[in-house]
């Protein structure tokens, strides 16, 4: 390393975006490889500097640091910025929509439905808005906000759809952990296995790529196939309280109010 380019940690941790606080974590995590010292002195490189970068994408799709140091720690040095960098190419396919920021009194027009006080508590309560100042918000996941807007123009409840929200994402997150556990013990094992051979880069991220329209589709499939069932089990049920309410009872009972 030219250390005539060398940076200390006070830089590295400016030029990275991260408090010097955050860059000692990371190192004593082992997720950087050593400074080189200069007698009590450590100074590092553009290497580092790229690791750190790295890690930060990583995290905003969603890896653990727990996850990324134990890649890390069982990976050569010499392979683990590139099994990091494939772990990136890889989320890239999966990456959701970009969150949005935006004035707080937009947020109505954005959505093209009323927010009443009951609603802004319910989505920063839930995490769908978060409070960036008085008059700002941020939106993590646009489109899943934008799916609750198009349900309550069908009259269903803010509160009901959080609630929702909550069990959806918990059912579909242990889906997707099966997909990915089965692309793990299969695909990724045998590529890991042979030491992330370069010439298999491609197919594996493509694989990667590939598995997410294939799960959105059976899923979407299975959804198809178990809400008719669904339907025809409240149909039944209502037509049960219709016939026991009488045909023509609910029409009197207008008529009588007129």
Do not use: C
């Not at 940690?9 to 990371?26: C, D, K, Q, S, Y």
């Not at 930060?56 to 890896?63: P, R």
């Not at 392979?79 to 949005?100: G, I, N, T, V």
């Amino acid at each position: 390393m030219d250390t005539g380019h060398a940076m200390t940690i006070g830089v590295l941790a400016r030029r990275a975006g991260m408090t010097v606080r955050n860059v000692r974590a990371h190192a004593a995590r082992g997720l950087l490889p050593p400074p080189r010292l200069q007698g009590r002195t450590g100074y590092y490189g553009p290497e580092h500097l790229a690791r750190l970068d790295l890690i930060t994408q990583l995290q905003d799709q969603g890896f653990a640091l727990a996850a990324i140091e134990r890649l890390v720690a069982s990976t050569p040095r010499q392979s683990a910025e590139e099994a990091l960098s494939q772990y990136l190419h890889m989320l890239a396919p999966w990456a959701p929509e970009p969150a949005l920021e935006m004035g707080a009194a937009e947020v109505p027009g954005w959505l093209g439905v009323e927010v009443t006080a009951p609603t802004w508590d319910a989505l920063f309560a839930a995490g769908l808005l978060q409070r960036l100042d008085t008059d700002r918000v941020r939106i993590p996941n646009p489109g899943l906000v934008r799916a609750g807007a198009e349900a309550v123009r069908l009259g269903m409840p803010v509160e009901a759809l959080v609630v929702m929200r909550e069990e959806l994402t918990t059912h579909v997150g242990a889906i997707t952990a099966r997909f990915v556990d089965l692309f793990r013990r299969t695909v990724w094992a045998e590529y890991a296995g042979n030491g992330f051979p370069a010439d298999r880069h491609g197919q594996v991220r493509d694989v990667v790529g590939a598995l997410q329209p294939v799960a959105a589709q059976a899923l979407l499939a299975t959804f198809r196939e178990s809400m008719p069932a669904a339907i025809s089990l409240f149909l039944d049920e209502v037509s049960d309280a219709f016939e026991k309410e009488g045909p023509g009872r609910g029409e009197g009972r207008a008529d009588s109010d007129r």
